[in-house]
């Protein structure tokens, strides 16, 4: 495809200062739709190794099971009271079976036939299914999550989207309340999503950060 | 801070369509030095949790050293041939050094006395240096990372900057080479980035993604 226009250093810059994890969300500004749904297509579009996307997003919208998750989120208000609150789920295992999900998909993007991707559906099933990587699969997934992470919250910064980061759950009563025990996928992290109100003291504090001399090292 | 005027949608999803893992990047293409300063800055910026940033960013262009790597990295061709190579490392563990350094840092960029930070160093510590999350720091600190792989690839996008995230290397060989053996870091894993060749196929391809109706589920 052509190339886009790229954005300006200083307003990409400019987005990612204005970002900061939102503490207290203005709880009657809604995202709206149009907004939201280009949300969603960023969260899909993310990469992921081999394409696996091992990954599913459960959007909270329903009030009563965001009170139900609050108490087991460090009792957080972002969780009731942001727009949208979204759980970013990763795959327990990877099996034959979803390398074959990812092989049906690609031929038929690609219009292919399966055969001509075995060498491929072979690559990934010894690096993941069965080789070194296999035993370490959870973690593997949830560093995919963190990716769609990453880009969630620059793609809202961009949007004008406020978000929350939150790693201060109990999966283990996240994957009770939300029913995912005995499914493929489980409770990685979670993003609030909405605007901040004006009364979040957070919004105009000093962004911390190491010197980039600390953080980058040129060889 | 004022907020930026946001990026429209479509312009947003136009960037993130014309992203690809790219295979052959064009040797003879550099990022200009203005753009990588903006690309470094993005990478500081990337949120993280408690604010920790529990990495650093090494940047390979010493071509002997590329060529030193390239043969645990698969052989893959991006590790000589990208303008600039990134090894994201994490932090081996989270020590209370470490949650010092940011009370410190966040004590000066916020104009505070440490004491008042106290409640929030305890919070950490009592987290991530004792609790049961320091019995997997070693995951959450490579989470950590894959979200300023997720925030870099977005970032690079929008710049017009091409990008392949890379997991196929060998992270012990990396960090005997690298000499990141005996300090606080290792490698986690590595991002390519440049200017895609002509010559690669797989620019054109369409990107496989399973149907919103699979990755997004509304409760």
Not at 93 to 120: C, G, K, M
Not at 131 to 145: D, F, K, L, T, Y
Not at 164 to 178: A, Q
Request: charged share 20%.
């Amino acid at each position: 495809m052509a190339q886009p226009q790229p954005l300006s250093s200083e307003s990409l810059i400019e987005h990612l200062h204005w970002r900061y994890a939102t503490k207290v969300f203005d709880a009657t500004q809604a995202i709206p739709p149009a907004t939201w749904d280009a949300l969603e297509e960023c969260l899909a579009l993310t990469p992921s190794s081999y394409g696996l996307q091992p990954w599913k997003f459960l959007v909270i919208r329903d009030p009563a099971l965001r009170a139900e998750l609050r108490p087991h989120s460090w009792n957080q208000s972002q969780i009731t009271d942001a727009s949208h609150l979204v759980v970013l789920l990763s795959r327990r295992q990877i099996t034959l079976e979803d390398v074959d999900r990812l092989i049906t998909a690609t031929a038929s993007a690609r219009e292919l036939d399966p055969a001509q991707l075995e060498v491929y559906r072979g690559m990934i099933q010894r690096d993941l299914v069965e080789g070194p990587r296999s035993q370490a699969i959870g973690q593997w997934a949830s560093n995919q999550v963190y990716i769609a992470l990453g880009n969630l919250m620059t793609c809202a910064a961009l949007l004008g989207v406020d978000t929350c980061p939150i790693e201060g759950f109990s999966p283990p009563d996240y994957d009770r309340i939300l029913n995912l025990e005995g499914t493929p996928y489980h409770s990685s992290v979670v993003c609030a999503l909405g605007y901040r109100s004006p009364e979040d003291k957070y919004s105009s504090l000093a962004k911390v950060r190491y010197p980039l001399s600390e953080l980058i090292e040129t060889r």
